[in-house]
């Protein structure tokens, strides 16, 4: 019996065990944070001829596409030793959560050794976090915790079920409070599991609202692309190779539709349903549905977010919640609001778009607030945007 | 401004795009299943010299262990054509949720062209399904659709939170009904993850309920390693390198403590509390608990599984909980149960341990229904046993 027992338990998924990377006897680590947040990262692979390690820490390389120049992720190269086992010790790198992949003879392949994994679009990339300062906000403390739901939601306008994330905080369970809502929306390639995968939503507000700088809210992260009925994988599609979505991710539909979101959320959580107590923000594409959907129902929110938004629909586009923007803007403002918030990095592809929507803005004296990060389009400004702004809401 | 939407919206993540297979202006699909259920395979690796792939779906291989010799997934190799695109196509395959990894020149890796990944112990494993018969539980079909929340509860027991997941069923949300609850328990290397990535249990039980072969139930998944306050990445402890926990599984700690969950459930949720809505069923170390679980606390469950069950105690093991196993049998039989179910594969490892626990069973006349199915000590058995016994509970 007990034979059984420790069968039992190294056994319990043989193909793990067979799959697991043991070299020599010693089990690989990788990756291994240094006491002075260098990293070291490991590979086994004693054949190989060039082992390299690409991520977000390595200075950023350019590539040229068709729509101009842009900055990459970096590469390093991997050394290997007399056991056939590479390695490359990062920098010191400063507290962030950062992702990598390996290059294995030219074959992009993930850590066998780091289980921890986020999905972009198509891209699946390892993820580690080098803990300290901003970063500390993207970590499990012992503090309460919120609840993360997948949630399915009706949507008549769009004729579908659909999931939705939905962070309630700690004690929403237990208690009669009514709480503000945050509505926060994703990008192009993301969908309802972007902000709380990629963008640690429910680690960032925990921690600040532990830390008394974020009033509790719940926050609704529903999926932006309406020919979805979820998340690739996750819908009635099954599995299949996500894509951008371009299909009426811009066309005004989302938009247009969005009121079955705010019903749903009002109609089954215990919230303050009113202006003073609706937030909207997004990054990028979510940006740009913020940016529209505050105007078009242009009194339903008094805090608005737009984190690297791109600004305005392609001109090609026809939908009644593009019509008459300047008017809808205007209305907007005069109604009042709380706080419009744009932010964006100082290398942004979408930098110059900003730059023009916000003097657009000043000629109307429409008020808001910039903030300008280091860096371009990526989820470390989202992920700081986010912290930057909750605090900001309900006050 | 046009430019800049289609920049958008190719270029969110510059990092996805670098990374996704482009070959020859060709985009790479893998798997590709065909209309006859065989499947192709593809990874690009014009260099390499060897592609081998790995799955469960291909004849296994022996493998020795100092504990003996073991079923293993087997391999096959990949076929290289003249653009450096190597292939497979598997035989025609039955339905069911497979996993797989390619080899290449030695190192196991992910298919870049498949996101879908399940995590296994340390282990992350790529996955698709073939649909019909008993693996069309397994999608997301166009039904009502259950809750899944992560939540965290208060164990005093064991001195911490710690995060539970819990699904409940489509209307739950809405209505005023109590429901029946379901403890379902994850083996060595599992947690509260486990049985809902692997086991598909949210997608099970929508198509049972919606289909009425099963009542509508809450379904309780927590962790039972009471050593960790999550599953690896999601708890206090950060990313590390997740082994088989060992300590204090299989000790009477996490038995001891089962009743700060079943008061956490029971104050938080609408359900009916008391022992003809409860069940308890795990698999493997998960059906030990819920052997003990339901024997320790004799009057509290009408509803028993074993799924694949480790049975008794390492004899080195001294724990209250396990004192007098024949006793509490004995009380628990005379207290009465509805069901009593055991479930394992011809070929699991703890077979023989099953047949001398029904032997001692049918000594003491304890009354079980017993299910024997083809198959070892895998995930595939442990999703049959769950559609095959939630719709056996609280009739």
Same mark, same amino acid.
């Given at each position: ?55 977000? =820490? %390595? ?14 992720? /970096?590469? @390093?190269? +991997?050394? $290997? ?34 289980? =921890? %994994? ?14 300290? /300062?901003? @970063?500390? +906000?993207? $970590? ?53 599991? @972007? ?201």
């Amino acid at each position: 019996m007990k034979k059984a027992i420790v069968i039992l338990l190294v056994m319990t998924s043989i193909a793990s065990f067979a799959q697991q990377s043991l070299f020599g006897g010693q089990e690989i680590k990788s990756p291994e944070i240094n006491a002075n947040n260098s990293v070291i990262f490991r590979f086994v692979a004693p054949n190989a001829d060039t082992v390299k390690i690409t991520g977000d =820490f %390595l200075p950023t390389e350019k590539i040229k596409t068709q729509w101009g120049e842009f900055d990459a992720p /970096g590469k @390093a190269n +991997l050394i $290997k030793n007399e056991k056939g086992v590479w390695s490359f010790t990062s920098q010191v790198l400063q507290p962030e959560l950062y992702s990598y992949s390996f290059i294995v003879d030219g074959i992009t392949t993930t850590d066998p050794n780091n289980p =921890f %994994l986020v999905r972009d679009v198509a891209s699946v990339t390892n993820i580690f976090i080098i803990g300290g /300062g901003q @970063a500390d +906000l993207y $970590k499990v403390k012992d503090i309460p915790h919120g609840t993360v739901a997948k949630r399915w939601y009706d949507s008549p306008g769009l004729g579908m079920d659909r999931r939705i994330t939905i962070y309630t905080p700690a004690g929403y369970e237990s208690g009669n409070e009514k709480y503000p809502v945050l509505y926060l929306l994703h990008g192009a390639g993301g969908d309802e599991e @972007a902000w709380n995968t990629l963008g640690r939503t429910a680690q960032i507000m925990d921690n600040l609202i532990s830390q008394g700088k974020v009033k509790p809210m719940i926050v609704v992260m529903p999926n932006g692309n309406v020919i979805q009925d979820a998340a690739p994988g996750e819908g009635h599609d099954g599995f299949y190779k996500p894509q951008f979505m371009v299909a009426k991710t811009m066309d005004g539909t989302y938009e247009a539709n969005f009121m079955d979101i705010i019903k749903f959320v009002e109609t089954n959580y215990r919230v303050k349903a009113d202006k003073a107590n609706r937030a909207v923000a997004g990054l990028s594409m979510g940006g740009f549905h913020s940016l529209h959907i505050s105007r078009y129902y242009p009194n339903t929110f008094d805090y608005v977010g737009l984190f690297s938004a791109a600004i305005l629909p392609n001109q090609n586009v026809s939908s009644p919640v593009y019509y008459d923007i300047d008017k809808t803007l205007k209305t907007q403002m005069d109604n009042g609001y709380k706080l419009y918030w744009i932010a964006i990095g100082n290398t942004d592809f979408l930098y110059k778009n900003v730059e023009e929507y916000r003097a657009k803005l000043d000629k109307m004296g429409m008020k808001y607030i910039y903030r300008e990060s280091d860096g371009g389009h990526i989820w470390r400004n989202w992920r700081i945007y986010l912290s930057e702004f909750a605090p900001q809401l309900f006050k």
